[in-house]
């Protein structure tokens, strides 16, 4: 039995967002005063920084373990987790800046780490985006496809063409020709980059245009192939459209996640040399 | 079979489908990289059920043939291509082992101070430690001499751990400026003291928040790594009292009021009366009273130095420096040998020059050096602090015989001057004071002692022992030979009151030693005009004897009558006063002098003022008072006067000179005595800073005594005038310097004068009311409202009405009044509040307090 996914009103979601926002402004706001007491009393504030920090990159980079691990019913549902890492990401950016003193930090070491933080965390603030408004427009597009039967199904939308085109008994030559000299590349080919970055339905509307233009020269049943392969056309860039979009919602995690674990690397070798040269009385 | 054929791809498969054609059926993809469908076979039919016919090496077949007797499998194989999950684990792989060997790259050892460096140093410290490579880590850090895996052990708590921490290699340069033991105490001070002194200054408790026992780090206030440009000491008033139980706002609002005696800790070093000064001595000179003619800014105009003497004081206090009292060395009082005889003492081998009745007495200095012999200071301690010879009672055998015991001491010590005069005063000093006998005060004073002629003493001075022991032994009054009476003209009117000389013929001009046969002493030379001078000055007219009978009298002392009241009025004491309990408080001046000119005066003296008495001294000048209605006229010898018996006494005004080293061997009056040549003259510091350095003063008396007399207002050289004389544990030291700039003493609080001095009209502002109470800014006399901050005067107000005369007499330096108002808060908290001028602890506040703060604290 497929889960049915709770769509929450958009009301409520926005009262659930400020919610957990206000929550955590007011724990960055309890972590900041004790910062500041800290910094006031001559302690340490960076470690206690450091420390959180870390720790809560340890806890956003275990989310992806928890997505690993769906079967243990009391770490939490995936979406409460998700709602954590957010919130929990958002709030270390405070922390982050407090720590590194609203500077860029001069040290290589620390250059890296700062740099590596900022990154995953943008890329993080990018991927929130996109997972927030691409499965709209998706859904715009009318259907559901798994992006992993994208292949596929352009592989079969490719034969239903070529069946269309070339097995059928009454095979128009107009649009064999046309297929030949127009179509077969944007059926066959991968669509350009510039598309994946910016995808759009210029070229699909371009191609049923001219398939339009072109019932002039058919007769009154080769017109009806051309509706059919007018639809095929539009299917194949629906499909684009959908590996493009879905294509972004997994290229961002590849930065997000690698960084990540680079990230942890960085911030536990920066831990362990601030705790060996920090002296003190030792 | 449906749910393998499943179209839905599991996204988290590394693998899938790598059919070109896509004319495979779909299956649940790849597994282990390798396509799940195997070849096709024949199935066959076995009665009502199909079997396939597999080879067993390609496997087994789990789904078997279909129901139509076809095989199971799809129409062929395909190559299965990584899914892009798979090249996330890749991506992500790499990013780590990237990450790694990045880290390993800038871990190697030639890059790991710039990789690891959290930030650049501050320019103090990257200029000390440039070009230094990684080792200039090791300044500050142990971490960096170390290996990874040491760095591993050590945190891990095994093998090697850091033996040197990192306070200990910030003292290995700044161990100057620290003690180590107390380097790392709250505010650098002892525990003990730094609880003393908070509870005196705010009479708060011990800090609560902070225990003030346990160490503070450097590096907890010293933030390294933030820039060249960040100040390493800087600090939020919030940080500066994180320790302190009280703790302020800010400094106009709840600061506490400044002591009562700022910015004054003790009193100045040099006495000086600014009231006086400005209002009698400047004034009566028509001289302006302005604070910079002394008071001038240091290179940096950070502190007002005093000028020096000679550009200060000179022009009018040289004289008292030059010409007070000198400092007597030795000298011989006079003794009555005869007395001594009969009292069964043995007697001294004494110059006939000092020998008749008991006078004199014995100067400060010289009672140092006898209380060295135990004899000598067995019978000084008994014959009392104040003794002088002319107190002895010859008739009392036992004040006799202690006064023999004295003068075998001097005699003593005499011998030992001419054996070795350097090694006798050395060891007597020493012994006497109880200081070590290479200490360097007492090298620098010997340093600049007439050796010679302590040598010669016994040679010069003791020659005439022979005709001592004639005319004792003859029971007559030891008359000087002739060239100590010098040109003695005889009158036969005479009216001085004072007795004739004994043993001096009529009409004759041959000396004593030339007719008892004795050397003429050369030093006796030198002392004849003086006698003669203080004869002429104290008789005017001295008449010879006239008969052989006269002799027995004695030459009346001018001295000896001369007694000082406890009032300090000087009169002239009768010779039926009883001398030996009010005996003449004789200066050392006059105690060198020892003019024994009998005290047969008849008449009862007339009071003599006290400026007169002073100028009495005959060694001095010659001012010559009227004692008995005699005229002391300073003449000069005439040629040929002697033959006129008649004639007045003309004394020559001949005396020993003080040498240009300051020292005079005076054969006159048998002293030798030491006069400064200039202000500040080493052996005067020396014989002070020596005196002033031992410990057990109190309870020497000899040493007491001449200490007070050095360091009185009339003592030679009148440094106690001026210069303080302050008590610290290591005992007494004399304030020499006008000011002291040692680094090692560094105080809570610190000011600098030149932002204060910058020569600008500022307009006033109006008073801000932000205290309460005494802190309140209303009718505040601050410098801005004044308008001339330029003015030393707007914060060093004269106290009307008082004197520092007395804040000098003390040895206590903090127990003094300042003839200076004290500055209040509201005179600094008038500029320095938010949004006028900085306001922050550290303005004026130290942390670090000198090592040497601890004693000052206590």
Known sequence: ?282 | MNQLRDPYLRPNNHWECGSASGDCDPCPGPVGGRCPARPRCHPIKMGEKWVATLDPKLGKCVLGPLPNGQCCQGPGTCSPRPSLRAYRTAFVWCCVALTIAGLSFGFSKPRRAGFLAPGPLSSHHAQVLKGEGFDRCTACHEAASQTISQWLASTLGVGHHATTSQPQLCLRCHGEQFAESLALAAHNLDPDVLGQFTARVSGAAIPTSHSHREPIACSTCHREHHGSTFNLSQLTDRQCQTCHATQFQSFESNHLEFPASYPLRRRSRIAFDHAAHQAVHFASKNREFDCRSCHVADALQNVQLLQSYERTCQECHQQQVLENESLTLLTLPWIDTEAIRQSGSAVPQWPAPASGQFDGSIPPLMKVLLAADPQARAALDQLGFEFQFSDVDRSNHDQVRLAAEVANGINALVDELAEDAVAALRHRLAQSLGCAEDAKPLNDWLASVPIDALRSLKATWFAQNGATSKLTDQNSWVARPESSMGVVKSTSNATTPFAKPQGVPPNSSSTLGERHGMPTNPLSSAWLPGENDILARLGGVMDHPTSPQESDELVPNPLKGLVRPSSGQPVLKSPAFDNSQQSTAATDSQVGSNERVGDAAQTPAPKIPDDELLAINPLRDGNLPKIGGALATPSTPQPGASDSPNAPIVVAPQSAAFTSDGWRVDGATMTISYRPGKHLDGSLQALLNLIASIESKQENSAAQHLFEHLTSDVGVGACGKCHTVDRDSDGHSVNWKTQYRDPTIRGFTSFSHRPHLVSFEVPSPPPRVRGQGEGSLENSDSPLMAGTNHNCTSCHQLETGRTTAAQSRGDDPRVFASDFAPIRKATCAACHQSGLAKNGCTECHNYHIGSRANASLR
């Not at chain 1, 957010?86 to 590194?100: E, K, N, P, Q, T």
């Not at chain 1, 933080?117 to 998706?138: E, K």
């Not at chain 1, 859904?139 to 490719?158: D, K, M, N, S, Y």
């Not at chain 1, 994946?196 to 009806?224: F, K, M, Q, T, W």
Request: aromatic fraction near 12%.
């Open chain 1, 1 to 282: 039995m497929a889960h049915q996914l709770k769509v929450l009103p958009r009301t409520a979601l926005m009262q659930r967002r400020c919610r957990y926002a206000g929550l955590m402004l007011l724990v960055v706001a309890v972590l900041v005063a004790w910062f500041v007491y800290q910094r006031q009393n001559l302690q340490r504030d960076s470690f206690t920084s450091g420390y959180l920090l870390i720790g809560a990159v340890f806890f956003l980079a275990a989310y992806n373990l928890r997505k690993r691990i769906p079967s243990i019913p009391w770490l939490g549902s995936s979406s409460h987790w998700m709602q954590l890492h957010i919130y929990v990401a958002l709030g270390s950016f405070f922390v982050f800046v407090w720590h590194v003193g609203l500077k860029i930090p001069n040290g290589v070491l620390e250059g890296c780490l700062a740099a590596m933080y900022l990154t995953v965390f943008a890329s993080g603030l990018l991927g929130l985006f996109w997972t927030r408004t691409i499965p709209r427009r998706l859904t715009a597009v009318g259907e559901q496809v798994i992006f992993e039967q994208i292949p596929l199904l352009r592989r079969e939308v490719v034969r239903q063409v070529r069946a269309l085109l070339f097995e059928s008994p009454a095979k128009s030559i107009v649009l064999c020709r046309f297929y030949v000299q127009r179509l077969a590349g944007f059926f066959e080919r991968a669509r350009p980059v510039s598309y994946l970055v910016r995808p759009n339905g210029h070229a699909c509307r371009a191609i049923i245009r001219e398939i339009e233009d072109l019932d002039r020269y058919l007769s009154i049943p080769h017109r009806e192939a051309g509706r059919k392969l007018a639809e095929l056309v539009r299917r194949k860039d629906d499909l684009d459209y959908h590996l493009a979009l879905q294509g972004r919602l997994k290229i961002w995690l590849f930065l997000h996640i690698g960084l990540t674990y680079s990230l942890i690397i960085i911030a536990i070798v920066h831990g362990f040399t601030a705790h060996v040269f920090h002296g003190g009385l030792r």
